[in-house]
């Protein structure tokens, strides 16, 4: 956790996204494909486009919004959530702590030993993919479900971790969905994302589902912290580096927290912290502006989805969303351009077919398989779309046109989640000067589309050096703080511990 992804180092990320563009020009020149095929791209590029001045305004906008929604509940489409985190990790927590990580369709278990000195002296994890009728089904056959798991993962506790004698076992809870934090240890759900519909959980407390679930199950367990994803990430990467301002995801789905002042919180009535602090939980993925690049299909994507309407930034940035957005572009160019025969391909039809790849202990994201494609025959793009939308014996040509809308929806997601970044800079002055000085701001990254998906990875980081400026780019640090949210989560447990 903690390594060193960005330089300081300037490159300009139009630069880098317009040698990509040129690349897939190129191709496209050279592939020489039906003409109504090469018109449905063209059209989708130019709806997709993201110039500089354009990302400016969008920034602007994430602004704009994330005041309005400090001001008041309900006054922004940025929930801007309080999540009662007021103290951060300093390094010096020491003992057991456990983590639960609910994020998306896979959740964490884990456990660390803390030693001091920020240092993290032993760990442990077991991961379990949640069954798909889980994601609608019932609030105790979820948590059952994952409590089950939680008491095999303390079962299997090795003896090299220490739990203090007499010490009830404390866990950081990351729930990865908007909740209303009512304290730092309960939350109610205010809506669900990420293909999870569960109704009957809106406006419960979270906390007191899983504690129920857990004393179903015999688990003595005491939730001390209920924290997002992007909290927890927060909180792992100022365990390592104390220049940790902003954290932000960018896996199955998008969100950003940051550090506000407490006095820039309108909308918060309590006494203020002592550390005059609050970690802020934006739900960035709800964000939506006129000047976004919506094309027709993410109009109708969203209208399919389970939540139409609502998170509309992260379907057009989040690796849950990008594959499908794809499929609609070859759908459409299979239909009106015969892209591959004279028959749409069954398995096209089918939604979020080119989601993920799923193994025996990982996933692969199959646009960013695709995308990432360097063979001259493009044999990986082939062997995907036969082995999973079944369509076989694909021209090259055909297949350069399939790796040129992956450029396209890629750049666009990239540059889009970089505006974003750029908001919350913009907002906590961190793109100014400061008494003479241009603050040091580390963002700490983290979620398997930032991690494993190469090319839009550094579309983001480059198209942010870009937008801050050579000046501001040398004090502006990405890490990825890899395993953040569930090792974050344990480190709030231990802030937040009955025992402190």
């Given at each position: 956790?903690?390594?060193?992804?960005?330089?300081?180092?300037?490159?300009?990320?139009?630069?880098?996204?317009?040698?990509?563009?040129?690349?897939?020009?190129?191709?496209?020149?050279?592939?020489?494909?039906?003409?109504?095929?090469?018109?449905?791209?063209?059209?989708?590029?130019?709806?997709?486009?993201?110039?500089?001045?354009?990302?400016?305004?969008?920034?602007?906008?994430?602004?704009?919004?994330?005041?309005?929604?400090?001001?008041?509940?309900?006054?922004?489409?940025?929930?801007?959530?309080?999540?009662?985190?007021?103290?951060?990790?300093?390094?010096?927590?020491?003992?057991?702590?456990?983590?639960?990580?609910?994020?998306?369709?896979?959740?964490?278990?884990?456990?660390?030993?803390?030693?001091?000195?920020?240092?993290?002296?032993?760990?442990?994890?077991?991961?379990?993919?949640?069954?798909?009728?889980?994601?609608?089904?019932?609030?105790?056959?979820?948590?059952?479900?994952?409590?089950?798991?939680?008491?095999?993962?303390?079962?299997?506790?090795?003896?090299?971790?220490?739990?203090?004698?007499?010490?009830?076992?404390?866990?950081?809870?990351?729930?990865?969905?908007?909740?209303?934090?009512?304290?730092?240890?309960?939350?109610?759900?205010?809506?669900?994302?990420?293909?999870?519909?569960?109704?009957?959980?809106?406006?419960?407390?979270?906390?007191?589902?899983?504690?129920?679930?857990?004393?179903?199950?015999?688990?003595?367990?005491?939730?001390?912290?209920?924290?997002?994803?992007?909290?927890?990430?927060?909180?792992?990467?100022?365990?390592?580096?104390?220049?940790?301002?902003?954290?932000?995801?960018?896996?199955?789905?998008?969100?950003?927290?940051?550090?506000?002042?407490?006095?820039?919180?309108?909308?918060?009535?309590?006494?203020?912290?002592?550390?005059?602090?609050?970690?802020?939980?934006?739900?960035?993925?709800?964000?939506?502006?006129?000047?976004?690049?919506?094309?027709?299909?993410?109009?109708?994507?969203?209208?399919?989805?389970?939540?139409?309407?609502?998170?509309?930034?992260?379907?057009?940035?989040?690796?849950?969303?990008?594959?499908?957005?794809?499929?609609?572009?070859?759908?459409?160019?299979?239909?009106?351009?015969?892209?591959?025969?004279?028959?749409?391909?069954?398995?096209?039809?089918?939604?979020?077919?080119?989601?993920?790849?799923?193994?025996?202990?990982?996933?692969?994201?199959?646009?960013?398989?695709?995308?990432?494609?360097?063979?001259?025959?493009?044999?990986?793009?082939?062997?995907?779309?036969?082995?999973?939308?079944?369509?076989?014996?694909?021209?090259?040509?055909?297949?350069?046109?399939?790796?040129?809308?992956?450029?396209?929806?890629?750049?666009?997601?990239?540059?889009?989640?970089?505006?974003?970044?750029?908001?919350?800079?913009?907002?906590?002055?961190?793109?100014?000067?400061?008494?003479?000085?241009?603050?040091?701001?580390?963002?700490?990254?983290?979620g398997g589309l930032y991690e494993n998906y190469t090319i839009y990875r550094n579309c983001l980081e480059n198209t942010l050096n870009e937008l801050v400026g050579e000046k501001f780019a040398e004090h502006i640090k990405l890490i990825h703080s890899n395993d953040g949210?569930?090792?974050?989560?344990?480190?709030?447990?231990?802030?937040?511990?009955?025992?402190?």
């Open positions: 956790m903690g390594k060193v992804t960005v330089g300081a180092a300037v490159i300009g990320g139009a630069a880098v996204c317009a040698a990509a563009a040129f690349i897939v020009h190129h191709r496209m020149q050279n592939a020489n494909p039906s003409h109504k095929a090469a018109d449905i791209l063209k059209e989708f590029e130019e709806k997709c486009a993201t110039p500089i001045s354009k990302l400016k305004q969008i920034a602007d906008a994430m602004t704009v919004e994330m005041h309005a929604g400090l001001a008041s509940e309900g006054g922004s489409k940025l929930k801007m959530l309080i999540t009662y985190v007021d103290n951060l990790p300093t390094g010096d927590e020491q003992g057991v702590y456990y983590a639960l990580d609910l994020g998306g369709t896979n959740f964490r278990v884990l456990r660390v030993q803390l030693s001091g000195n920020s240092t993290i002296e032993y760990k442990e994890f077991a991961e379990a993919s949640i069954p798909p009728q889980l994601m609608v089904g019932t609030p105790e056959a979820l948590f059952d479900y994952i409590a089950a798991e939680l008491a095999k993962f303390i079962a299997d506790e090795s003896e090299k971790f220490h739990l203090s004698p007499g010490r009830q076992r404390e866990l950081g809870f990351t729930f990865s969905f908007p909740v209303l934090q009512l304290s730092i240890d309960s939350g109610t759900l205010i809506r669900w994302t990420k293909g999870f519909s569960i109704d009957a959980l809106v406006g419960k407390d979270v906390v007191a589902e899983l504690t129920k679930a857990m004393d179903r199950q015999g688990v003595d367990m005491r939730v001390s912290a209920l924290v997002n994803d992007t909290v927890g990430t927060l909180a792992g990467g100022k365990y390592d580096n104390k220049d940790v301002a902003v954290a932000v995801i960018m896996g199955t789905g998008s969100n950003a927290a940051y550090v506000e002042r407490a006095q820039a919180i309108p909308k918060w009535h309590g006494p203020h912290p002592k550390s005059g602090e609050m970690v802020i939980n934006m739900e960035w993925g709800n964000f939506r502006s006129s000047h976004l690049p919506i094309t027709e299909y993410d109009n109708t994507l969203d209208a399919d989805s389970l939540n139409p309407g609502e998170q509309i930034f992260e379907k057009m940035i989040a690796g849950m969303y990008l594959g499908e957005i794809l499929r609609r572009v070859l759908l459409r160019m299979a239909d009106e351009a015969g892209l591959f025969g004279d028959t749409i391909p069954p398995k096209l039809k089918t939604k979020f077919a080119l989601r993920y790849l799923r193994f025996s202990n990982y996933r692969t994201h199959i646009m960013s398989a695709m995308h990432h494609d360097t063979s001259p025959d493009l044999k990986v793009v082939g062997e995907k779309l036969k082995d999973i939308l079944e369509i076989r014996d694909t021209p090259l040509s055909t297949r350069k046109i399939v790796v040129s809308a992956c450029n396209i929806i890629a750049t666009r997601g990239a540059r889009l989640a970089a505006a974003g970044i750029l908001g919350i800079l913009k907002k906590t002055g961190r793109e100014s000067i400061r008494d003479s000085e241009i603050p040091d701001t580390v963002i700490a990254m983290d949210s569930g090792i974050g989560a344990a480190l709030l447990a231990a802030c937040n511990s009955q025992y402190i």
